[in-house]
Nanobody, 125 residues
């Protein structure tokens, strides 16, 4: 059974950085694409970034392009989201999710079947 656990969230000042981790178990890591999603209070869950199972394909929402970087270490069964130049509008609960996709990825929440429990990120002075 695939399980995902996010960590690394917290309170950070505007302009600061955080690195989120998504640790997975119960899978063959390079078969699964991973997406990172954010849900702010009163808003729909939005797809921020994704990475294919092979790691060769990534994409980003325009709102985070150039500031966030997604990477994966399949030997450690972990996917990371490095977040730099954080803004107050980046505040929300961050989720990672998985779907079987080795050479492709998508940021559409409905396409993902396995989700972590989320980690809170608050950007505030």
């Amino acid at each position: 059974q695939l399980q995902l656990v996010e960590s690394g969230g917290g309170l950070v000042q505007p302009g600061g950085s955080l690195r989120l981790s998504c640790a997975a178990s119960g899978w063959i890591s390079n078969y699964y694409a991973i997406g990172w999603f954010r849900q702010a209070p009163g808003k729909e869950r939005e797809g921020l970034s994704c990475i294919s199972g092979s790691g060769g394909v990534t994409n980003y929402d325009d709102s985070v392009k150039g500031r966030f970087t997604i990477t994966r270490d399949n030997a450690k069964n972990t996917v990371y989201l490095q977040m730099n130049s954080l803004k107050p509008e980046d505040t929300g609960v961050y989720f990672c999710a998985a779907r079987v996709r080795r050479y492709y990825c998508s940021r559409t929440p409905a396409e993902f079947g396995s989700w972590g429990q989320g980690t809170q990120v608050t950007v505030s002075s």
